[in-house]
């Protein structure tokens, strides 16, 4: 499995810390991306930051999964995250679309 988890807008949003049994870890914070390949497996949490713990707020966040090629089932895991700045940006008459890493197909 594979799973992309985004941060909700600053409005909604406090931090959460991830750590996992890779030695991995990260605090994200609104509008930032965690790119996650559990593979050959790892185990993970994703937990309130110490500042909601101590004062309180909102956590909320999206996660979504997906099923990776049995060819792609036994790889090593990898975590990854990325704060907002970084991720690339397209703006057409609609609107905005933040694409985030690894999620870039060129063909």
Not at 56 to 70: A, D, I, S, Y
Not at 72 to 94: A, W
């Amino acid at each position: 499995m594979t799973l992309l988890s985004l941060a909700i807008p600053p409005r909604l949003c406090t931090a959460m810390q991830h750590k996992d049994s890779a030695g991995n870890s990260g605090t994200l914070s609104s509008g930032w991306v965690q790119w996650m390949t559990a593979g050959s497996g790892v185990v993970h949490s994703e937990m309130p930051s110490d500042e909601v713990l101590e004062k309180g707020g909102r956590q909320e966040g999206f996660q979504l999964w997906v099923n990776l090629p049995k060819k792609d089932k036994m790889i090593p895991p990898r975590y990854q995250d990325t704060p907002p700045e970084k991720i690339p940006v397209v703006t057409t008459e609609d609107g905005k679309v933040c694409v985030p890493p690894s999620m870039f197909c060129l063909s």
